[in-house]
T-cell receptor
Framework: SAVISQKPSRDICQRGTSLTIQCQVD?????MFWYRQQPGQSLTLIAT?????????ESGFVIDKFPISRPNLTFSTLTVSNMSPEDSSIYLC????????????FGPGTRLTVL | GENVEQHPSTLSVQEGDSAVIKCTYS??????FPWYKQELGKRPQLIID???NVGEKKDQRIAVTLNKTAKHFSLHITETQPEDSAVYFC??????????WGAGTKLIIKP
């Protein structure tokens, strides 16, 4: 399966600032997704990152708050904008491989704390 | 909306015994059912998956069964070991490539 990396692995940010999280894959992938996971909770899909076009957001998530880019088939970014303590969470990217469009593999995650 | 219910939320079993986690899905178009294991502080990792044209799949101590009529699928772990302790998530997928996730089951293996 693909090797997926995320940067940063963790960060502590001040309220009102923004953080951009990067997801890099070592091979071209079909789909890329961004999730949020609160401690002890399940995974919540934020959006599907579409290559060369605007991301598809899930209910409750908007582009102004979580802008996403996907300039090519191996890289995506998620920005958490105008952060508040409620944004403190783990953010995970996932990808599906070239041979499959349904099996998802996850990056190591970014642990974000907003003070 | 579509959802996946997962039970139990916590499961404690004696080392060496079997563990069973059950999920029920609502979307009849679901055709892909993966199971993920997430250890504390780690990413979710795929441990086994099944597609709707198969009723059962095994991989060493792990098996998954699917009952399409009843819309439920289960994870079976036999001869449990301490390293099986983790949170397990089920999910259901359909043709739009997205997964609907269960709430998770914390599996505790007692020595």
């Amino acid at each position: 399966s693909a090797v997926i990396s995320q940067k940063p692995s963790r960060d502590i940010c001040q309220r009102g600032t923004s953080l951009t999280i990067q997801c890099q894959v070592d091979s071209q992938v079909t789909m890329m997704f961004w999730y949020r996971q609160q401690p002890g909770q399940s995974l919540t899909l934020i959006a599907t990152a579409n290559q060369g076009s605007e991301a598809t957001y899930e209910s409750g998530f908007v582009i102004d708050k979580f802008p996403i880019s996907r300039p090519n088939l191996t890289f995506s970014t998620l920005t958490v904008s105008n952060m508040s303590p409620e944004d403190s969470s783990i953010y995970l990217c996932s990808v599906t491989g070239q041979g499959s469009t349904d099996t998802q593999y996850f990056g190591p995650g970014t642990r974000l704390t907003v003070l | 909306g579509e959802n996946v219910e997962q039970h139990p939320s916590t499961l404690s079993v004696q080392e060496g015994d079997s563990a069973v986690i059950k999920c029920t899905y609502s979307d009849s178009a679901s055709n892909y059912f993966p199971w993920y294991k997430q250890e504390l502080g780690k990413r979710p990792q795929l441990i086994i998956d099944i597609r709707s044209n198969v009723g059962e799949k095994k991989d060493q101590r792990i098996a998954v069964t699917l009952n399409k009529t009843a819309k439920h699928f289960s994870l079976h772990i036999t001869e449990t070991q301490p390293e099986d302790s983790a949170v397990y998530f089920c999910a259901a997928g359909s043709s739009n490539y997205q997964l609907i996730w269960g709430a998770g089951t914390k599996l505790i293996i007692k020595p």
